[in-house]
Structures are given as C-alpha cells and as structure tokens.
C-alpha cells in the first residue's frame, strides 16, 4: 500500500512537473508575439527627494498584459525573456519607452530603466541608450540605468567597461537592490557608480529591526563618504520614513509617497506633490 502511495505521488510530481513545463513553454511563445501585439506597458513610481519633498524621477516598471491572464508582473517573466533572449528586443522597447514618456515631463524629472544582466552582454546597450536617447531627444542627464550587482558578479572587466561607455553617453548608473548581493563593497570600489537604492528587504523591517537599523545606518555612511546619492526603496510607513530621513538618505520610493501609475497619470502625480 505504502509502496502504491509512494508511486502515486512519484506519478503526481512527473505530472505537475510537466504541466509547470508546459506552462513555461506556452509563456515563451506568448512573449515572442507581445511585443508585436503591443501587450507591454511601462508604469512609472515616483521617487521623491526628502529634504524638499519633491519628486525628482520616476522609475519605469515593466508590465506584459497578456490577452487571457490579465497583467503579469515582471518577476514571472523577465527570468523567461532573459532565457530565450527576447529580454534584447524588450529591454531596447522599455529604453525608447521610458525616454519618450520622460522627454514630456517637466525638465527637473528624471526616469530611471532597469537593466537586465543578459542586456550587458549582448553587446549592443550603449547602442541601444545611445538610440533610445537619440530618437526621444531626452537629456542624457535625465535618464538613470539601474543595475544590480548580478550585473558585475560575472565577466567583471567587460561588463566594467560597459558601464564606462554608458557614463560617458552622460546618463547616470544607480545600483539597484543593494545590500542583497555578494561583495558589493568591492564594486563600489571598481565603479563610482551616482546613486545606490537600498534594497526594500532593509526597509521592511523597519522599526522593529535592531540589525536593519544598523545596516540602514552603515549604508547612509559609506555612500555619504563615497558621495554617492542614496535612495531608500519600498517605503511604506511614516515611521520608516522618519528614520531613512534621519539616517541622512537623500531619496525615496514606496507605496507610502505612490504606487506605480500609467504613463497617462503621471502628470496627476507631480501635480499633487507640488501642491502640498
Ligand atoms: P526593482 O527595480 O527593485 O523595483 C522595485 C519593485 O518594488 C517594483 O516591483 C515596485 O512596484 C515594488 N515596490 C515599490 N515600492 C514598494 C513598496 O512600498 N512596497 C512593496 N511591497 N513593493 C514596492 P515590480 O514593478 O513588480 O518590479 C519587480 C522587479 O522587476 C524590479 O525590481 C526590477 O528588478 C524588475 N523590472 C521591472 N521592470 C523591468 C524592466 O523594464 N527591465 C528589467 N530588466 N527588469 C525590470
Ligand atoms: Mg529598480
Ligand atoms: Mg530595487
Ligand atoms: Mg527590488
């Protein structure tokens, strides 16, 4: 019986397993033709200055509204899209997107764009910021790449040099997630990098986290020596608020100052905070 049961869950798992797989391969073919169908959309979370309590930029987050399922977040599929390459073509849309819609935004407000690992080793980045620049006539000095420490963890000296093409094209390199990598003190060190965003994880412990108050601090610390501009992300509370503001963090982002919007709605945001 023992052995019956064994066989039927063994059976169960072949099953699911395949199902999961077949559930991929049908998300891969989907992705190949959302582009074409223009099933993705950028929203955009503002990013407010805390000493003035402005906001100075938005960060453009992808989303894939797909036809059957409804709106899917990026973490279920960029993984995919890195895999099958399609991250190339996506990643060179989300770029033209972003300084299109930002080139419309009053001039003190900057986008930022994530990049993914698989986009610095394709070769053809500095091209494509170079391109997406070009074409939206936005100021390089209003568009931020966020990186995160993946980024530098393979092929150190070509990816290294990436970053140096793209900072001389005149945009600003944040690093993205910080804290959650390995070794992140030495790229510091390697590439003088504008800005480094403190990774949510640290925030949502805030107050009750002794450790997280002390990391927070050290953070504020080390970027304040290197002069790099520190941004808090996922700040959700007034509390936690209160405390990035007083450990010297220049920016921040979370539900608390506004959920990502659509590009449409944008305007409404700015036009909110500068009215308080
Ligand atoms: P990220 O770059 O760290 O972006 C911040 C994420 O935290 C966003 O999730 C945002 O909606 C969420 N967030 C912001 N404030 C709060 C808060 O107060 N509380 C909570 N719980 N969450 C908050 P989202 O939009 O789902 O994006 C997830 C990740 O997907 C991003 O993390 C980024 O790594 C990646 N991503 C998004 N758009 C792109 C893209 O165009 N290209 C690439 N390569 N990756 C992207
Ligand atoms: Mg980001
Ligand atoms: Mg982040
Ligand atoms: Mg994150």
Avoid at 50 to 64: K, M, P, V
Avoid at 209 to 233: K, M, Y
Avoid at 234 to 245: A, F, K, N, P, Y
């Amino acid at each position: 019986c023992a052995k019956e049961e064994g066989r039927g869950t063994y059976c169960f798992f072949e099953l699911s397993m395949d199902r999961h797989l077949q559930a991929r391969e049908a998300t891969k073919r989907a992705l190949r033709l959302a582009l074409g169908r223009g099933e993705f959309e950028l929203n955009y979370q503002p990013l407010v200055d805390l000493s003035t309590n402005q906001i100075n930029s938005f960060e453009a987050l992808l989303r894939w509204r797909h036809p059957e399922r409804g709106v899917i977040s990026p973490e279920d599929f960029i993984p995919i899209a890195e895999d099958t390459g399609l991250i190339i073509p996506i990643g060179e849309w989300v770029l033209e997107e972003a300084c299109r819609a930002a080139a419309s935004w009053p001039d003190g407000i900057s986008v930022a764009v994530n990049l993914s690992p698989v986009q610095f080793r394709s070769k053809v980045l500095a091209q494509a910021v170079d391109h997406a620049l070009k074409i939206s006539g936005l100021e390089p000095g209003r568009l931020q790449l966020e990186i995160t420490e993946s980024v530098l963890l393979q092929d150190n000296l070509a990816n290294l040099a990436v970053l140096q093409e793209l900072r001389r094209l005149g945009v600003q390199i944040a690093m993205d997630d910080f804290g959650t990598g390995y070794s992140s003190l030495g790229y510091l060190r390697s590439f003088s990098f504008d800005k480094i965003k403190l990774d949510r994880s640290f925030v949502c412990d805030l107050p009750d986290g002794p450790q997280c108050e002390a990391i927070v601090q050290a953070v504020a610390g080390l970027a304040s020596g290197l002069r790099i501009t520190t941004t808090a992300e996922g700040i959700e509370t007034q509390e936690q608020l209160s405390i990035l503001r007083a450990s010297g963090y220049d920016q921040g982002q979370g539900y608390l100052f506004g959920k990502p919007v659509s590009g449409p709605d944008v305007a409404s945001v700015i036009e909110r905070f500068s009215a308080a």
